[in-house]
């Protein structure tokens, strides 16, 4: 990962530059939008704990099993960038995830790469990375959200049709940083922080032009 | 395909689906403490005086004011000049609660224990008579005490600040909140008092909301269910002579006249304490299930009502007409913001308004009360008039005393703060 940014960095910085120094060549590249939408399956884990009650020293709260689930979110995005090389694309990816409880709205730098083709009218292997942070909305009235890292590799298919555009199919893997902080508090209940990592397998379909 | 390479490794290096939430929460919870009743036998001493921490219930005796540490001690402070009052000493008493003084003997709870103490010198005071096993339990700033007679063992519980880090699941059913471990939680307001008027003698002044009180040559302690009568006639030996049971939820107790006002959260005993050795139930003025201390002046009570842990109710404060003991009837409700102590001498009402500050209103009139001052900006729960130039009051920052003879400009004398 850390080898990754770096290259993502002189990537755009490169493009930025010749985008300065010659302007008209700014059109050369050209626009690629890639939207999709999809599905963030996970795992959630309840876990129990046991209060040690009748002792005169505190004892934290100890482990007494768990019970896991699966949740799903519904999760949109929408790649805009230039064609800067004949395989790879570079831009920005938005969108909206729903998150149990917060709604997150990334804000990404993203990297489109066509890894495999057989042909140019042919089925291709895609590969991308969407790195950035994730602005986050409020949701329960006792809390405050907060957003975090977004970090989002996928692999896919790209069928391209007849008129230029591809139908996309994408899997891959999303992580996202929230920060929940009770805003509710009294004489007993003083402060409350929650850190979630949320890890999600991303299945998603769409359209490229 | 390096960078593929690099890709795909990140990937299955932190391939796990599942969702890692951590909440880390501070708190306070109560932790169980057990004494042994042996222990409580020389466990008063006096020491130096110390800061304020947590204050609770006040009471004036002469030019001497005793300032209660809950379940700590209590804060000698000599007070004849209320515009710079002196720490004399800090009096370790373990489980105190309350107190009441009368002739330089101080009666205080010691968890079970009623104890006589001789505060003639109060540099050094001495224990002077003690009743064991007097109390079974208590509850103060809303946590509990018990004893069990079988073990000898008094378990109270202590507020701690707790900081612990638990995985959580991720919002997925709602909050989780903490668990306490025992002892009872209520309103912290609990013990806020003011000011009774008709004690006579040389006794002094607790509050509306003290569990103590003395009459002619009795002392009068409720507990949370009983009303305990002691006859402390000769001071050294202080002898349990009555017990009324009472039913649940009594709060306060009020003398007036030759009456007793009896606070619980359900309403206001009245009993007649002519025979100050039994004294006998009259009548209960009943009301919503609220905290109410209660205070009386010229045949009105004054009682204030306030929504809290002890029940929902509006906050408000009722004056009843207590002219004829057997049937009181209300006279007038007067919204309030959140109503605490109160006291009431010669038609000044002083009330206090927890963290909406301290309200003085004129009284003369019960169907039209008047507000004369309204101070914001201080966090006030217990007040006491001394006399009618001399108020005392006791909030979360410390301890005010002012100058009250023109009750719409009231004059701050001293301070003493809280040291947090």
Known sequence: ?209 | MKKLLILFSTVFLNWSCTDDCTQTRTYRTTIPISIGQEQLKNSITTKEPQDLVNPSKIYAYENYLIICETKKGLHIIDNSNPSSPLKLSFLNIPGVIDMAVKDNILYVDNYTDLVALDISNPKSITEVGRLKNMFNNGMVDGISWYFDPYSKIITDYELKTVTETVKTNCGQNGTVWPVFRGGMLEDRAYNSSSGPTGTTGTSGKGGSMARFTIHEDYLYAVTQSDLMVFNIKVGQKPDSVNTVKMGWGIETIFPYKDKLFVGSNTGMYIFDNSNPASPERLSIFQHARACDPVVVENDKAYVTLRSGWCGASPNQMDIIDVNNLSSPFLIKSYQMQNPHGLSVLNSKLTLCEGEFGLKTYDVKDAMDIKLQQHIKDINAFDVIQLDASHLLMIGKDGLYQYDNSDPKNLKLLSKIEVKR
């Open chain 1, 1 to 209: 990962m850390k080898k990754i940014i770096p290259i993502l960095l002189i990537l755009s910085i490169f493009s930025f530059q010749k985008t300065e120094a010659q302007t008209k060549k700014l059109f050369k590249y050209p626009f690629v939008n890639q939207t999709e939408f999809g599905v963030l399956f996970g795992r959630n884990k309840e876990t129990y704990y046991y209060y040690p009650y009748y002792s005169s020293v505190y004892y934290p709260p100890s482990s007494n099993g768990f019970n896991i689930q699966n949740v799903a979110s519904l999760s949109l995005q929408t790649f805009n960038g230039f064609q800067v090389r004949k395989k790879t694309s570079i831009g920005i990816t938005t969108g909206l995830d729903a998150y149990n409880s917060v709604l997150i709205v990334p804000i990404a730098a993203g990297f489109r790469h066509v890894l495999f083709e057989k042909n140019e009218k042919g089925a291709k292997l895609q590969t991308g990375l969407d790195a950035g942070f994730g602005i986050a909305n409020n949701a329960n009235s006792n809390e405050n959200a907060k957003g975090g890292i977004l970090l989002n590799p996928a692999v896919g298919f790209k069928f391209p049709t007849k008129n230029g555009s591809s139908w996309l199919v994408n899997f891959g893997y999303k992580y996202q940083f929230i920060e929940i902080t009770q805003n509710y508090s009294d004489d007993y209940n003083i402060s409350t922080v929650e850190t979630r990592n949320l890890k999600r397998f991303s299945v998603k379909v769409g359209f490229e032009f």
